[in-house]
């Protein structure tokens, strides 16, 4: 009668916690249906699903840092605990083993795993509550479930091992801490281990039904939505999604309201572990600067949980606009938003596939093209822009001076008649150290024979700068400028010295019905070495680093092709940065971030001297806006005389033609900062 009475009670209890699981999934799961649309996220199943395989099973990101081999066997040994609690609770209700559950490897592979996550457990203690690091919070949350666990692996072994000494049978190798626990026992009355057993079996079971509960209530909903974030993760490049500006029935642009992110970016709320990775990989909040991408996504979680329950009230009253408290009433700041760079170490870093970008650029939408509010450099990097196509605001007629003196002809003069077009940019083609590259490159091309042309005066800027500062509008039109443009003159293939025009024409330009093969110089310069056309014979005799670009190398993972080029030269010799490749840190200029004016420790600075620890005489680039900030960063720091920055270009082109280094490259800060 008792087991019988104890079924019940243990079917109600786990009945009653699986509801306030699954109502608490099911209603975080209406919040997100009432955010915007994000369709892009269902396409190309197979990658999906083995994203999924990859990073969930795998848990590659998340051992991508060691403490993440501790999570791995938590991960794994939880699964583990799976099986082996359901076992463990249907034999005690039923007296039945599952088959498997029997086996001995399965029991030794199930303890093994069990210690480890004990292990794993001790790690994560002593690490968050007395290593404390910056990227970890000391949250009473966090010992809780760190805690349900370790009362979940002890119970199981104590009530096993009071059952199996009750019952005398001991599992020998098979399980030797329950082994041991069991022989402990011995010499005990068969109704004290009875005792022992329920009592245990009720705490196992209780904490059980508590976690499920917890889960989707705390920051392990994460345990549900990583697995969705993996496989709804962006396929198609990191880029921003297009704004609808013809239709006249949208009033608001951007996120201003919880409602107005899109589902995916509320999903990442409720994907994030809280590991903070995203914290110490970002160059502002290292700066000391407002913004943090960890507390900028939990803060869009808390405010969903808070707003959506009246959300879903309006639905229900019919409401024909669904309004909520403005974000930049009590949640965000306009000085963390402008903070970001864009650079995207934060989602490099994620191992759960969060995508703070987009997140924070539509938070920028909001304040630009809803409310009308930027900073005064802002404002006069859009008139500039609006006015001559550049931010220096610059006649557009001197967008070709930089070539005046080199065979390089137009594609007005050739009537589109190339194979390549050398799309130059607005930084090299308006600022003074800039041009060098442009130059060299020019150079280059020309010593490979290749067929290429410039589009001059008609060059307009490629919007990348509008775009990331929240002003989609004046994107949008340089995006219709260029496309008509490159459409006129036949371009099917682009060359470019900058990165970010590079990203935008290759990811973002084909939703707006342009598609081309794009090549960034080191790319083609590369291309060009290794196929024989360019042969590097004049010693460049110095200790170089290189400095990864965020948009060559973490938004299109173009990182061996600056580095081939360099190793190519005779008499280099590259020394890396600690944070190099994908973990490189941004010089600063990023999402505008040339153009604003910036508080506290430069970003810019803290690069150069990271580049200044490496002992290098020469820091290389493969971007005009990433030159500008490290050549200023070594003046601030008073270097300029230890260390020059020269692009990878122009260290190629003084390897192929009989020329010396620019005069003056580590004197001349270019005039990007001061915008006219």
């Not at 404002?379 to 005046?404: D, H, M």
């Not at 065979?407 to 050398?422: I, N, R, S, W």
Request: hydrophobic letters at 45%.
């Amino acid at each position: 009668m008792w087991y019988v009475i104890q079924g019940i009670v243990f079917l109600a209890l786990f009945a009653t916690a699986l509801y306030l699981f699954g109502s608490a999934v099911f209603i975080r799961y209406r919040f997100l249906k009432l955010a915007e649309k994000d369709p892009s996220r269902t396409d190309r199943k197979g990658e999906r699903v083995w994203s999924f395989v990859k990073y969930v099973l795998g848990q590659r990101k998340v051992l991508a840092e060691p403490s993440g081999l501790g999570h791995f066997f938590i991960f794994w040994g939880f699964i583990m605990l799976v099986f082996g609690d359901l076992d463990f609770l249907v034999y005690h209700l039923t007296h039945w083993h599952f088959p498997w559950a029997t086996a001995s490897a399965y029991l030794f592979l199930q303890e093994m795993f069990s210690l480890f996550v004990l292990a794993a457990i001790v790690v994560a203690v002593i690490r968050r509550y007395a290593i404390k690091p910056m990227r970890l919070d000391q949250s009473p949350e966090a010992a809780l479930i760190l805690g349900f666990i370790t009362i979940l692996i002890l119970t199981y072994f104590f009530a096993t091992g009071a059952d199996m000494a009750r019952e005398g049978v001991y599992p020998g190798w098979a399980s030797p801490v329950v082994n041991a626990i069991a022989h402990g026992f011995t010499g005990m009355s068969a109704g004290a281990l009875l005792a022992i057993s329920e009592v245990l079996f009720w705490i196992h079971a209780l904490t059980l039904f508590t976690f499920l509960y917890v889960i989707p209530r705390s920051k392990h909903s994460h345990m549900i939505g990583a697995m969705l974030n993996w496989y709804f993760r962006r396929l198609d490049g990191p880029k921003l999604r297009k704004l609808d500006l013809e239709d006249e029935s949208i009033e608001e642009f951007g996120a201003g309201q919880i409602q107005k992110f899109t589902w995916k970016q509320l999903l990442d709320g409720y994907a994030c572990t809280e590991c903070g990775r995203c914290h110490v990989s970002c160059p502002a909040t290292l700066s000391g600067k407002a913004l943090s991408p960890k507390y900028l996504i939990l803060k869009m979680k808390d405010q969903m949980d808070a707003q959506g329950p009246g959300l879903l009230a309006q639905m229900a009253a019919g409401a024909e606009e669904l309004s909520t408290e403005p974000l930049f009433a009590n949640v965000y700041t306009e000085e963390e938003v402008w903070a970001c760079t864009t650079c995207r170490a934060c989602e490099e870093a994620c191992p759960v596939a969060n995508e703070h970008v987009s997140a924070i650029v539509d938070l920028r939408r909001h304040l630009v093209l809803t409310e009308g509010k930027t900073s005064p450099e802002v404002t006069k990097v859009f008139a500039n822009l609006e006015r001559q196509s550049n931010e220096w605001g610059i006649s557009r007629r001197e967008r070709a001076a930089w070539a005046k003196d080199l065979p390089v002809k137009t594609m007005a003069e050739v009537d589109g008649q190339v194979e390549y077009l050398f799309y130059v940019g607005s930084a090299a083609s308006f600022d003074q150290r800039a041009q060098k590259i442009a130059q060299a490159f020019a150079k280059v091309l020309l010593a490979a024979g290749v067929d290429f042309a410039i589009l001059g005066e008609e060059e307009e800027s490629d919007g990348d700068s509008a775009r990331r500062l929240g002003n989609e509008f004046l994107y949008q039109e340089f995006v219709q400028n260029n496309i008509e443009i490159f459409n006129t003159y036949g371009v099917k293939k682009i060359i470019t010295t900058d990165p970010h025009a590079f990203n935008t024409f290759k990811n973002e330009y084909p939703d707006f019905g342009f598609t081309a093969e794009i090549y960034h110089s080191t790319q083609f310069a590369a291309k060009l070495i290794s196929e024989g056309k360019l042969k590097p014979k004049n010693p460049v005799n110095e200790r170089i680093t290189y400095h990864d670009s965020c948009y060559l190398g973490r938004y299109n993972d173009v990182y061996d092709p600056p580095r081939y080029i360099l190793e190519s030269i005779p008499g280099v010799q590259l020394v890396e940065m600690e944070r190099s490749r994908n973990k490189s840190m941004c010089c600063g200029a990023g999402g505008g971030g040339m153009f604003k004016e910036e508080s506290g420790t430069r970003i810019n600075v803290m690069r150069a001297e990271q580049a200044l620890e490496t002992g290098a005489g020469i820091v290389g680039t493969a971007c005009p806006y990433c030159m500008t900030m490290l050549i200023d960063g070594t003046k601030a720091k008073g270097a300029e005389d230890k260390m020059s920055t020269y692009d990878v270009i122009e260290l190629l082109a003084m390897s192929i033609e009989d020329a010396k280094a620019p005069e003056g490259a580590g004197d001349e800060v270019a005039a990007a900062t001061q915008v006219q």
